[in-house]
């Protein structure tokens, strides 16, 4: 029986990584008589990696992560202009509206009928409070969790806190790397809703033939799945 119901929130209640990638492709264009796109992302992403024990995940580490790698790949000399709209550019992601994938408001209308809902997400607290809020989602959420990492003890503290533990609960995202693997490993059940784009760092395998995991085209058929896990 399943009683809790796991969700991420980039990119399976809203649009995230698009945003990003826009945001990468302006930094580009910024220093594109320093280096070529493939290198400038390659640097970005090992700076980024490097970076997130200290920034975490989220905008604002992304930002600091695109002045770095300006930074190095100028020896320390990037122009004023360059750093100016590397901020303005994280200042404007802070900002963007938020967008609600299609079909998701119906979704976890359905869910919240029948289970508890506890959003886990990783990410700068202040602006993933801000997206939940803008979203409108917020009032479906028994329990809102934003973590720092996602791992097997973070799923299994969760689920014992908000619900009756990770045996009776269902963890839904678009990343095999942070939302299934580690639910799994938990003892939870799982649920792959894939995103179009997704960020290297959250790149992995999927699990095939396990039989606590499903993928699903979009979050609407996650009611149908909790059907036949019951």
């Known amino acids: ?3 809790t ?3 991420d929130a980039d990119d399976t209640l809203w649009h995230n990584e698009t945003l990003f990638r826009l945001t990468q492709q302006r930094f580009f264009d910024l220093l594109a008589d320093v280096a070529e796109p493939e290198t400038l992302a390659q640097r970005l992403a090992e700076v980024e ?3 997130l024990r200290l920034y975490g995940y989220g905008v604002k580490g992304f930002t600091l992560s695109m002045i770095e790698t300006a930074m190095e790949l100028t020896g320390g000399e990037a122009p004023p202009r360059v750093v ?3 901020l303005a550019s994280g200042r404007e992601m802070l900002t963007e509206p938020v967008e609600p994938l299609p079909g998701v408001d119906q979704a976890l209308a359905r869910l919240s009928e029948r289970c508890r809902l506890v959003l886990i997400t990783k990410g700068d607290l202040l602006h993933q409070e801000q997206k939940l809020a803008a979203s409108g989602l917020g009032d479906l959420f028994a329990a809102v ?6 791992d097997a003890s973070t799923y299994a503290r969760v689920f014992a806190r908000h619900g009756t533990g990770p045996a009776e609960a269902v963890m839904c995202g678009n990343s095999v790397r942070s939302d299934v693997l580690p639910a799994l490993e938990a ?3 799982a649920a792959y809703v894939p995103y179009p ?3 290297t760092h959250e790149q992995a395998d999927v699990p095939e033939g396990h039989l606590r995991f499903a993928q699903l085209a979009s979050l609407s058929e996650l009611p149908a799945w909790l059907d036949e896990v019951g």
């Open 5 to 7: 119901v796991g969700l």
């Open 49 to 51: 990696k490097r970076n």
């Open 197 to 199: 784009l997704v960020w």
């Open 145 to 150: 969790e934003i973590v720092s990492e996602k």
């Open 84 to 86: 100016r709209e590397i």
């Open 1 to 3: 029986m399943i009683t």
């Open 187 to 189: 003892g939870a059940w």
